[in-house]
């Protein structure tokens, strides 16, 4: 069956009234601790890193509502084979879980029933690998949220640890020792593994221990801009975002005239990006997406039709257009997208062609 175009872009909430709580709770809670009655090694023969198993017997199937560390196996197995998105792992076999194995039941033409008998436990294994001890406690250093190489993004990064006292250099957007230093120690504060990287479970503790800057504390101008786009006809009047599928660009415009032109990127094949004019009808600069079964950042999201928002995107500034989104219009620098969502509002129109 074909996705409708308001079920394509990657998103972590679909409802306006839902989605800040929604993001907000799954960003507060803590790290959760592997107990010490749980200090375990994944059974089975399969090391780190490598494929299909040895027999690994289940004492008993895992359904929901069980308690065990068991289910920690489990659900980072989950999330390595891409069908659970979450970043910190515990022991309850709850309903994000049961979804989790209801789809790789479904896609690995097993008995859809929610629960985790051996059959669908040989079947997991082979698609992950065994655990790490750091993955089961939850202190595994992961991915950068968003790259260090994004000076706007270092420089939002600078002022959040100068909050909270543990950066007093420069807030310039250059990964220095200083900054790498203070990295370390708010790893280190809210009990993680010292390390430089400000991975999502790192950078979701200091997001809420910390505000925002706006773009004006961080930068003397508005980003500067050397492209040009041919505008279609109804982005001549008012605030509207300018998108042009075929140019591959973006442009903010107002009146008429244009404020800034960016390279844009949309779906990629088998997908496909809506055109039409568009209202914003919600914005949230913290989105995480969830839909894909992994944890996807988009930040400073600008949601103009369903799921379907201008975002920065990493995957965009590491990959070019090599690769693509799910029906999103997604830009690669993290300064223009943190300025150009400080310029709109709920309401303002987006225009796609």
């Known amino acids: 069956m074909r996705a409708k175009p308001h079920q394509l872009c990657l998103l972590a909430a679909i409802a306006a009234a839902a989605l800040a709580p929604a993001a907000c709770q799954a960003r507060s809670a803590p790290p959760t601790p592997l107990p010490a009655s749980a200090t375990m090694k994944a059974p089975g023969a399969d090391r780190p890193g490598e494929g299909a198993p040895a027999a690994d017997a289940l004492a008993s199937d895992l359904r929901f509502g069980v308690r065990s560390p068991r289910v920690r196996e489990l659900q980072v197995r989950l999330r390595l084979a891409k069908y659970l998105a979450v970043y910190d792992v515990d022991d309850r076999f709850g309903m994000l879980t049961r979804e989790a194995v209801l789809k790789l039941q479904r896609e690995g033409g097993l008995r859809v029933t929610g629960v985790v008998d051996q059959a669908t436990w040989d079947a997991l294994r082979a698609r992950s690998r065994r655990p790490t001890e750091a993955e089961l406690g939850n202190v ?14 270092t420089m939002e990064l600078q002022h959040r ?5 543990l950066y007093q250099g420069a807030v310039n957007g250059r990964f220095d020792a200083a900054t790498r230093g203070a990295v370390e ?13 400000m991975d999502e479970r790192t ?16 930068f003397e101008a508005p980003p500067a801009s050397t492209l040009t786009q041919e505008l279609d006809p109804r982005c001549a009047r008012g605030k509207v975002v300018c998108i042009s599928k075929q140019q591959r660009k973006m442009s903010y415009v107002v009146d008429g005239k244009v404020q800034f032109t960016r390279e844009a990127r949309f779906a990629r094949p088998g997908w496909e990006s809506p055109e039409g004019e568009f209202r914003i009808w919600f914005m949230n600069a913290d ?26 995107s990493q995957d965009f500034a590491d ?26 509002k709920v309401g303002d129109r987006v225009v796609v062609y």
Not at 140 to 153: E, L, S, T
Not at 211 to 217: H, I, V
Request: hydrophobic letters at 35%; aromatic letters at 16%.
């Open 203 to 218: 950078w979701a503790q200091l997001i809420t221990r910390t505000r925002n800057p706006r773009y004006a504390e961080l």
């Open 185 to 197: 120690s708010w790893r280190k504060r809210v009990g993680l593994p010292a390390s430089e990287v």
């Open 161 to 165: 640890l100068r909050q909270i006292d």
């Open 287 to 312: 989105t995480v997406s969830k839909i894909f079964g992994e944890r996807t950042p988009m930040p400073y999201a600008i949601f103009y039709q369903g799921n379907v928002a201008i975002h920065y």
């Open 319 to 344: 990959k070019g257009y090599d690769s693509g989104s799910h029906g999103c219009s997604q830009l690669r620098d993290y300064q223009v997208a943190k300025w150009l969502y400080e310029q709109v």
């Open 140 to 153: 595994d250093v992961g991915d950068w949220f968003v790259g260090h190489a994004q000076p706007g993004y």
